[in-house]
Nanobody, 129 residues
Framework: QVQLVESGGGSVQAGGSLRLSCAAS????????VAWFRQSSGKEREGVAA???????RYADSVKGRFTISQGNAKNTLYLQMNSLTSEDTAMYYC???????????????????????WGQGTQVTVSS
């Protein structure tokens, strides 16, 4: 069983930055992939960024160049550095992990919520303009 706990959310003005953290009960580099998703009111959960076991990363087009996903030196922490935030980034942000190769290439797997079996409870990010 993989347990995930997010932190670091909060309120920030447009143009500001936040860093989200996800503390995992396992070594995240042992997972096939770990990722960040977000969900705002009335919308489906969407993939934001993911990192594979081999270090490959994948980003949603809406966050490319602004967000960076990384794993901590302690190997059980996942980060999401978010810069140049806009009101469109307001959402609940979730950490997700999948330990097993599901038979699809990472490019297909990375930002699809259905590919992940383990989820945190989420941390709220609110960006005011």
């Amino acid at each position: 069983q993989v347990q995930l706990v997010e932190s670091g959310g909060g309120s920030v003005q447009a143009g500001g930055s936040l860093r989200l953290s996800c503390a995992a009960s396992v070594d995240t580099s042992s997972m096939y992939s770990v990722a960040w998703f977000r969900q705002s009111s009335g919308k489906e959960r969407e993939g934001v960024a993911a990192i594979a076991m081999d270090g490959a990363t994948r980003y949603a087009d809406s966050v490319k160049g602004r967000f960076t996903i990384s794993q901590g030196n302690a190997k059980n922490t996942l980060y999401l550095q978010m810069n140049s935030l806009t009101s469109e980034d307001t959402a609940m942000y979730y950490c997700a992990a999948e330990p097993t190769y599901r038979g699809y290439p990472f490019a297909f797997h990375a930002l699809r919520a259905s590919m992940y079996n383990y989820w945190g409870q989420g941390t709220q990010v609110t960006v005011s303009s």
